[in-house]
């Protein structure tokens, strides 16, 4: 039974372009979270999605930063115009339908900004 | 404001002694508590986790926590670290009531000496 995947690993981007950052559940998992975590600091909570739902997207800024969970395919964090201070690791988490509380996580995606 | 506190952000300890690591929370809600461990750009795994019942609970890697309602604490033990310990963990904290969506504390970085 395959993880949380996330791609890419690594992300590479200069000031002002755009960053799409994917996460594919574990099989069965319907419910995916995002969470940001900045150098030194322990992770913060961006959104939590269902498929093709918004849940709750308190922890996203309200500028550049976007997320989707489509009926088909992974679900997508979409960071427009990138500045340095977006540089981080982005981590991808699912639960299942039945016992949402428990969290698996992905490997994240080192985004740096430059 | 739900919060975590993870008081010590290194540790070192000498292979084969005993650990713990502190975790205190304040929340709102009935939480449910969370440890995770995190190896140098990997993502985080589960190491346990407790809802309800036995305020001890027992976790993967020989590891245990226990739950203290009255010190709002959720402490991470192990009775004999291995230098493949050595790794970065993390205290998160979650509540249906929230969400489900988790706070994590800073982490608390563990140097295992041989």
């Known amino acids: 039974n395959a993880g949380v995947m996330q791609n890419p690993r690594h992300l590479v981007r200069r000031r002002g372009q755009e960053a799409r950052l994917r996460c594919s559940p574990m099989k069965g998992h319907s419910h995916v979270y995002w969470y940001r975590q900045l150098p030194e600091e322990g992770l913060k909570f961006m959104v939590y999605l269902q498929k093709e739902n918004i849940i709750d997207e308190s922890g996203m800024p309200k500028e550049r930063f976007s997320a989707e969970f489509p009926k088909e395919g992974p679900s997508i964090l979409r960071i427009q115009q990138v500045v340095r201070g977006d540089s981080a690791a982005y981590f991808c988490?699912?639960?299942?339908?039945?016992?949402?509380?428990?969290?698996?996580f992905g490997p994240g995606t080192r985004l740096l900004v430059l | 404001a739900q919060s975590v506190t993870q008081p010590d952000i290194h540790i070192t300890v000498s292979e084969g002694a005993s650990l713990e690591l502190r975790c205190n929370y304040s929340y709102g809600a009935t939480p449910y508590l969370f440890w995770y461990v995190q190896s140098p750009g990997q993502g985080l795994q589960l190491l346990l986790k407790?809802?309800?019942?036995?305020?001890l609970v027992q976790g993967i890697k020989g590891f245990e926590a226990e739950f203290k309602r009255s010190q709002s604490s959720f402490n991470l033990r192990k009775p004999s670290v291995h230098w493949s310990d050595a790794a970065e963990y993390f205290c998160?904290?979650?509540?249906?009531?929230?969400?489900?969506?988790?706070?994590f504390g800073a982490g608390t970085i563990l140097r295992v000496k041989s």
């Open positions: 407790y809802f309800s019942g036995d305020t």
């Open positions: 998160a904290v979650g509540a249906r009531e929230y969400g489900n969506k988790l706070v």
């Open positions: 988490a699912s639960s299942p339908p039945t016992t949402q509380e428990t969290q698996y």
